[in-house]
């Protein structure tokens, strides 16, 4: 199968990309008989050319394209909304009516906080048409709508405040928290891209929506990845603060396997400097024991 990946240079494409690949190379063999043959990376520099030749050849896209921080407001719809028609219309060129997948976001609820979100309108707007698109054609349409996404990769002082907090906690930067009790959905990339990779062998979750809230259905119309956890921005700075005191204190926070903590921790590392990966491992016997025990969970959990 061919795949195409839209915004292959962002957060998501990114991640999604290095693990399709592996799949092609035989690194990542978790999935059972899926079997890879090309990865399309598409982004802001490629050709027209090249986008007309993959949607010809693709056996599934993954749309990750899209604008969140424009320089104008009008920006949002042509990057969120005229993109994903420019893919549609080429897709019916070719007749190609593989399935397509949608990146789109909880401010397409327009709801609560979101309700006057020229970004939610935009991904709104590219949700009707993704799901017009599949009536028209008979195509399957995959709908994600991402809560707030962090792990490794993900760009710091940008859309992600768990980004930067890792990112300048690691390096000794300041934070500044206006207020520790607001609470976060948050969804962890490798979470979100072996959901991504079911969904290839066409086992997404599906769902309907009441504004925020997900209610799994079998026939919704919309997907979603059942693997997010809610956490206060006052929980996640503790964490991470007790993750840096670490090579002083030689204290080990608990880090339970399948946990928040443990998918914090290796993103707080992917932003780690070399030099302070390394310290001197001054132990007693239970430090030890505790830390060879960390090191077990994150390896293996």
Known sequence: MNILVTGARGFVGRNLCAQLNNIKNGKARCYGDLKIDEVFEYDFDSTSEQLDVWCQKAGFVFNLAGVNRPKDNEEFMKGNFGFAGTLLDTLKKHHNTCPVMLSSSAQASLTGRFGNSEYGRSKKAGEDLFLQYGKDTGAKVLVYRFPNLYGKWCRPNYNSAVATFCNNIANDLPIQVNDPRVELELLYIDDLVDEMIHALK???????????????????????????????????????????????TLMIPEIPSDSFAKRLYSTYLSYLPKEKAIFDLKMNVDQRGSFTELVHTLNCG
């Open 202 to 248: 066409g086992e997404e979750h599906r769902c309907e929506f009441e504004g925020l809230d997900v209610f799994p259905l079998v026939d919704g119309r919309y997907c979603y990845c059942p693997v997010t956890h809610k956490v206060t921005l006052g929980e996640i700075v503790d964490l991470l603060h007790q993750f840096a005191e670490m090579p002083e």
